[in-house]
């Protein structure tokens, strides 16, 4: 059975799975703010609707100045994508046909990528109940790569690598031809705290950071990646003109001056994690610690968490397999954490299927 490679679209997992979709169903696989967008980005919607009728601007200029003034970073350091799946392929099309090294379990996107353009894939695999860089492997096997990809928030545990380790690893890999890429996608529900700082000592890093999960945007398509110069320059050889369209460039532009949504989401999120996690754990399953909007959680009592993922599927409750995330390989069951009446309901449907068992 081939089971959807990314979370959302819910309609495909049920078909995939050949379970009859239920007519209201809540999804847990998605992972973008449950709060939705912001209430001002909102009102600003019906403004930015005039900018369809010219071609936007290929540079961004002016969202890239914004992200530029938030960072305290040259605008010559960053690049937008359409989405930061798009900047996921600009940099394995700058690594092609060289070696690519992945901290798993990751987005399946870095591998995808990677061997669309030809670069041999390895991986160096933390445990989820020991979540430590291997910084000798890791430093080891970048010596004759092209890149390293590292997430972190890692997306599917929710857990973040220490700051020390990851400079540490910058620091081993300098005189290597790897690019060390860290994905941030979910540093905004962390807090604030992104690695981007580094990136004028260390000249081979490169983090990248999406709009989508805190603002609730994915239709929209914004992501971009900040570098060195050098970098920046020879990936945008791989950027297609008009890239990102005008509407996103404008809902960028706001988003990267906003701070009451990103710390008004953290708010409920955090209070909203601990709850369930307590929760679940009263119930006998078991939990991972996150710092950000998902988790990891599974039934002790089975290897394979495809019957607890069919039996709430049929109560119209969709989790994130994890079937095609390497070193979890479906023995766990990525959650999102929604506002607490969506939360009850999973609850609820677990307390049902604990009470059977």
Request: overall charge negative.
């Amino acid at each position: 059975m081939n089971l959807p490679s990314h979370g959302a679209n819910p309609s495909h997992l049920y078909k995939a799975s050949g379970v009859d979709e239920p007519e209201k169903v809540l999804d847990f696989s998605v992972n973008t703010n449950p709060l939705g967008p912001p209430d001002w980005l909102k009102e600003r919607w019906a403004g930015f609707l005039h900018t369809i009728e010219d071609y936007p601007d290929p540079t961004g200029q002016k969202a890239v100045a914004a992200i530029g003034e938030k960072f305290d970073i040259p605008y010559d350091r960053i690049l937008l994508g359409n989405g930061a799946a798009e900047i996921i392929h600009f940099i394995a099309r700058y690594a092609a046909g060289q070696k690519a090294v992945i901290v798993a379990p990751a987005f399946s996107e870095y591998e995808e990528a990677c061997r669309a353009y030809h670069c041999p894939v390895e991986f160096v695999s933390v445990p989820p109940n020991n979540w430590h860089l291997p910084l000798d492997e890791l430093a080891e096997k970048a010596k004759d790569a092209g890149v390293v990809f590292l997430c972190t928030p890692n997306n599917p545990t929710g857990q973040s690598f220490q700051e020390k380790d990851i400079v540490s690893l910058l620091e081993k890999t300098g005189d290597s031809n790897a690019m060390i890429v860290i994905d941030e996608a979910f540093y905004d529900f962390a807090g604030d705290n992104s690695l981007v700082k580094y990136v004028n000592a260390f000249p081979h890093l490169a983090v990248m950071h999406s709009m989508t999960k805190m603002y609730a945007v994915a239709g929209l398509r914004i992501g971009y990646v900040i570098s060195s110069p050098g970098i920046i320059s020879k990936l945008k050889n791989y950027q297609p003109h008009w890239n990102v369209n005008a509407i996103a460039l404008q809902a960028a532009e706001a988003i990267a001056r906003d701070e009451v949504h990103a710390g008004k989401t953290r708010a409920l999120i955090d209070s909203e994690r601990i709850r369930m996690k307590d929760k679940l754990e009263q119930l006998g399953f078991a939990v991972m610690p996150s710092s950000v909007n998902f988790y990891l959680m599974k039934e002790p009592l089975l290897a394979d968490q495809k019957p607890l993922l069919h039996y709430l599927m049929e109560r119209g409750i969709v989790l994130r397999h994890t079937e095609n995330f390497r070193g979890l390989d479906g023995m766990w069951l990525r959650t999102a954490v929604k506002k607490e009446k969506d939360n009850n309901e999973l609850l609820n449907a677990l307390t049902e299927w604990r009470n059977k068992c």
